[in-house]
Structures are given as C-alpha cells and as structure tokens.
C-alpha cells in the first residue's frame, strides 16, 4: 500500500469537504432569489420616443432603464433586475414587492430631466436643450472636463440665468439630483458650459443624460406576470424536497452500482453542487425556477460524465487488464466523448443566450456555468481521486470496481 497517495487522496477530501462546511452557511444566507421564489412581479416594457418620429435609441433606452433602476431605489426596492432587450423594451423585475399597482404607476412614468433653482422649482426640462449638442471638452486653463450645451429658446435662458446669476442650477433626473453648477453669468447666446470637479466618464455620463433629456421615453406594458410570495415560498420549498430527495437517490445509485468509483463520484458531485453555488455568491446572481432547472441538468450531466467514465472502466478490467491499466485505457477512451457532450450543451447555451430573453437567459447562463464546472470537478478532480486510490494499491480487488471475478476474460 502507498501511504502517501492515500494520505493525499484523504487530505484533498478533508480540505473540500472542511470548505463546504465553513462557507455553506453564508452561502445559503447570502444567496439572492428570483421573484419566482420569493414573489414579486416582472413587467417587459415596450418603449417609444413621446415626440412622434423621433427614434429609440440604444443610448436612450438605456438610460431609461437606468432612471428606472433609480427609481426602484427611490422606493426601497432591494436589487431590482433590470435589463434593455432588442431595440425597444425593457424588463422589470422586483421581488419581494407588496404594493403591487402602486409601484407599477411610480415606475413606468417617462424618465424626465429638469434644471432646477434652489428652491425646486423646474426651470427648464429636457425638451428645452437640443438635442445631441452637449459635448464633453476640456478646459485650457486646467484642463479638467468641462460640458457644452446649448438650448433652444435663447431668451427663455438668459432670463433663468438672470434670475439665478450666482446661484446654483441644479441638473436633475427624476428625483435624484446629477450635478449642481452655479450660474456664473447672464448667458444670451444660448450656449454654456457646465464645469466642476468631473472626471471624464463622470463628464461624458452627465453630456449623454442631457442629450437624452429632450428624448424622453415613453413605457407601455407588453406583459406582465405577478407571483404572490406564498406561493414563492412553496415553490422553493417543494424544489429543495425535490432536488434533495433526487440527490440522494442519485448517490445511492452510484454507490451500489460502482462501489469505490461511485464513493469518487460522490465526493465530486457534492464538490460540484458547492463550487455552482460559490460561483453563484460571486456573480450575485439571483437563484431562480429555471437557475434550479440547469442546476439539476448539471448535475444530470455530471453523474452522466462519472457513469461513462466507469463504464468504460469496468469493460477493460472485464477484458482482463489490470486495475491501472484500465483505468488509464478507460479514462482516455471516455474523456471523448464527455468532452463532445459537454461543448454541445455549451454551444446550444450559447445560442439559447444569444436569442433568448428573461428567463431563457438565466437557465442558459447557468447551464453553460454548470458545464465547465462540471467538467473541472467530474472530470479532472473525479480522477484525480480514483488514480490516488488506484496507486495507492489499496482497492485491488476488481469487486471494488463493481465488476465480478466470474465476468473477467482471460487476455
């Protein structure tokens, strides 16, 4: 017996397992449900400009989306989900929300910029500038990023800016104010400059909402799917009975079936699970009905990766080679074809991603996530494993393989 290689084969088991144990906790109280687990409702917008024939853009439809997600904020909505799709709409998901109709009026108003005097009062809006002529540019003097821009009713201007002279006109969008610049001068020509302590994103970020101040959107509800959080809550309660009790049964099979390669199998597919939902904590992505589909099928995928690598493994040892011999033999002729497999299901991801939306996103993603994880612990890590315990000339005995004595031809 190699003491060593059992000591290694037991330390990497003890270290996995110890890392599970410590990081499970949080990652289960950290872990961010969808709305379908947790209730609350999702809304796909579709958006069109107010003023007729002007075009949506992807700038404006984006920051649309952003007001939207400032909105959401504004009203104590925790981690709202929202995403542009294609070139006109938009989708809304907020979970754990109670006031249903409330929240649906507030949200879908058209975003609106205004400039505003120090006691609130809208001086300008959006539609007063024109439109694409806020530029970034930098200062001679300091050379700091400054903004040019310039309005459509020059009179309407330079009164606000004699009313304002030395006083603050304050930029913002919706409720949250973006920028506060102090009217330096009484300003004729309709042209002026916004300058301050910007860094050049910070600029362009605040020139790109003023172009798109006088392109205001306007939202209208294409569909609309609402999940109390009881039923939330069931669901996510029956899905963990499911998937536990389809675990089990899974590694009972692999053991009995396989003996030592299913206790490898075990150790990988448990490892496996774990290192999807660290993957999950550090993406902060939320858990969701689909998420736990893919998360199924990976594992699917995964015990159907150990089965066609043990397969392949019993059928040399039945041949009559010796228990290393087949497990090389047998690990490289289904390496193959666990790698065809798995590039498939990534590929048909890829464009599953690609064409779909919303929830077809998410299961893509986590399916394509679940493969290479699958691959990196089923794969690599499972016979790393098996080839310690093999060369560790403990487990000689081809019964330990799930194969009997009397299935064995002589070479």
Known sequence: MNIK????????????????????????????????????????????????????????LKQTATSLENRANQLGIAEPEITTEGNDRIRVRLAGVSNEEEVRKVISKPAELSFRGPDGTKEMVGSDFVEGAAKVGFDQTTNQPIISIEVKDKEKFKNVTTKLLNQPLAIYLDETQLS???????LTDGKATISGSYTYEEAKKLADTINLGALPLKLTEKYVQSVGATLGQLSLQETVKAG?????????????????????????????????????????????????????????????????????????????????????????????????????NIIAGFVLYYIGNG??????????????????TNVFLARLLIHLLVRGNLFKKPGYFGVKEAEIREL
Do not use: C
């Open 244 to 344: 536990l009790i389809g675990s089990a049964l899974i590694l009972i099979f692999m053991l009995v079936l396989y003996r030592i390669p299913g206790v490898v199998a075990s150790i990988s597919i448990i490892t496996y699970a774990w290192s999807l939902l660290v993957v999950f904590d550090w993406i902060h992505a939320a858990l969701t009905l689909p998420g736990i589909a893919a998360f199924i099928l990976g594992i699917g995928m995964a015990v159907d990766a150990n089965i066609i690598t043990y397969e392949r493994i019993k059928e040399e040892i039945r041949s009559g080679k010796s228990i290393l011999s087949s497990l090389r033999a047998g690990s490289k002729h289904s390496f193959r074809t666990i790698m065809d497999a798995n590039i498939t």
């Open 5 to 60: 290689r059992i000591v290694a084969f037991l330390a990497i088991v003890v270290i996995v397992f110890a890392s599970i144990g410590i990081t499970s906790p949080s990652l289960v109280k950290n872990m961010r449900l969808g709305l379908d687990l947790k209730g609350g409702f999702e809304i796909l917008y579709v958006a069109e400009p107010i003023e007729a024939g002007k075009p949506v853009t992807s700038d404006s």
């Open 359 to 376: 929830a077809v996103r998410g299961f893509a993603l986590i399916n394509m996530l679940s493969i290479v994880l699958s691959i990196l």
């Open 180 to 186: 506060a610049p102090v009217v330096r001068q009484v």
